[in-house]
């Protein structure tokens, strides 16, 4: 009843891109081409409609942490493709995050603590910065410090990174990853992959553009917070697939 209440219904330049891509989908197989179409069509929606206004609205309250002494700002831009939610259920299988309210892309702010923290473990030559093994007994660390344990939390708060607003349409643009063995990597028993195989095209969605990052505490602790970032983001990347360049972004401090 629902599916045939909302067959009628056009995308346009009101389209919400969230509940377009959870709600309104036609009838019939769910291929992948019709997954590639439904991507393609949130390629064309547009900004919505007081968003701009949103977005300065997060500016100005990160301007007034910075002159309060309570935290700092950056512009982080994408240098070529990111993929953000490609784990998250959904109807094309390959998700994508899109903020709940205004539909745009968005990196949640658990997503950078966790890239931050992982750039400390990996790339800090100081063992101060590594992550604590299970069960592990130790002194409060530098890391301990910054990003919380189970007894006392962070000193740095994350906040979700919203896309920055350009253009008329948001920065989602379609994508493809192809399986090239499908029979071995499914199945109890794989087959052995061969040059006969066919490969399974998957379309999912990717994102290009600038996002606010606007981190909250101690401003020696964010400044620590912002350099693991800027590493992490330039050298490992964020989101999904980095092992094949998704995700490198550059991050420009901002001033008040």
Same mark, same amino acid.
């Given at each position: 009843?629902?599916r045939?209440c909302l067959?009628?219904?056009?995308h346009?330049?009101?389209?919400?891109?969230?509940?377009?891509?959870?709600?309104?989908? #036609?009838?019939g197989?769910f +291929?992948?081409p019709r997954?590639?179409a439904?991507?393609?069509e949130?390629?064309?929606?547009?900004?919505p409609?007081?968003?701009?206004?949103?977005v300065?609205s997060l500016?100005?309250?990160?301007?007034?942490?910075? +002159?309060s002494? &309570?935290g700092l700002s950056?512009r982080?831009?994408v240098?070529?493709?990111?993929v953000v939610?490609?784990?998250?259920?959904?109807?094309? #299988?390959?998700?994508?995050?899109? +903020?709940?309210t205004?539909g745009?892309?968005?990196?949640?702010?658990s997503?950078?603590?966790?890239?931050?923290a992982?750039?400390a473990?990996?790339l800090v030559?100081?063992?101060?910065?590594?992550?604590p093994?299970?069960g #592990?007994?130790r002194?409060?660390?530098? !890391?301990?410090?910054?990003?919380?344990?189970?007894?006392e939390?962070?000193?740095? @708060? !994350?906040h979700?990174?919203?896309w920055?607003?350009?253009?008329?349409?948001?920065?989602?643009?379609?994508?493809v990853?192809?399986?090239h063995h499908p029979d071995y990597?499914?199945g109890?028993e794989?087959t052995a992959?061969?040059?006969f195989? &066919?490969?399974?095209?998957?379309? !999912?969605?990717?994102?290009?553009?600038?996002f606010?990052v606007?981190l909250e505490g101690?401003?020696?602790?964010c400044? #620590?917070?912002l350099q693991?970032?800027?590493?992490g983001?330039r050298?490992?990347?964020?989101? @999904?697939?980095?092992?094949?360049?998704?995700?490198?972004?550059r991050?420009?401090?901002l001033e008040?």
């Open positions: 009843m629902r045939a067959a009628g219904i056009a346009d330049a009101t389209t919400h891109a969230g509940l377009w891509l959870d709600k309104y989908i #036609e009838g197989e +291929d992948a997954k590639a439904l991507i393609q949130l390629a064309r929606t547009a900004v409609a007081g968003y701009a206004d949103f300065q500016r100005r309250d990160a301007d007034a942490l910075m +002159d002494g &309570s950056a982080a831009t240098a070529g493709r990111m939610g490609l784990g998250a259920k959904g109807v094309v #299988e390959a998700g994508i995050r899109l +903020d709940h205004w745009v892309p968005v990196i949640p702010g997503a950078l603590k966790g890239l931050a992982s750039t473990h990996l030559a100081d063992p101060g910065w590594r992550k093994g299970d #592990e007994v002194a409060p660390t530098a !890391f301990d410090a910054l990003f919380g344990t189970t007894d939390q962070g000193a740095v @708060a !994350f979700d990174a919203y920055i607003p350009e253009g008329r349409t948001l920065p989602i643009h379609p994508d990853m192809t399986v990597y499914q109890d794989p992959p061969s040059d195989d &066919s490969p399974t095209p998957i379309p !999912f969605a990717s994102v290009t553009g600038s606010l606007v101690p401003p020696e602790r400044d #620590e917070a693991l970032l800027e590493h983001l050298c490992v990347g964020g989101g @999904a697939k980095t092992s094949t360049g998704y995700g490198r972004m991050v420009q401090r008040t």
